[in-house]
């Protein structure tokens, strides 16, 4: 199973940010981040595969000063493998 992960540095920025992604009609839910990611609030967006490129278009344009970057998480055999997009 395969997850995109928006990785935010303010909680508030990230909470404003997944109100933002659904008044777009982008399904996105809060979560906490992943220790693998060693960075962050706390706080980040879990995107659907589907839903990543018009996401990323809607949180280009909110231009978040504490905006992180994108994770992709994947589970393999019991294992959970982390890694930054772009």
Do not use: H, W
């Not at 009609?25 to 659907?48: D, M, V």
Request: glycine share 10%; charged share 20%; proline share 2%.
């Amino acid at each position: 199973m395969t997850e995109i992960l928006a990785v935010f540095r303010s909680r508030s920025q990230a909470i404003d940010c997944n109100a933002r992604l659904k008044t777009f009609g982008i399904r996105a839910n809060l979560i906490n981040t992943p220790r693998e990611a060693n960075i962050g609030c706390g706080l980040s967006i879990k995107l659907e595969p589907n839903m990543f490129e018009r996401a990323k278009r809607v949180i280009r344009g909110a231009n978040y000063s504490a905006f992180y970057g994108y994770f992709r998480v994947q589970s393999q055999y019991g294992r959970t493998i982390f890694g930054k997009i772009g």
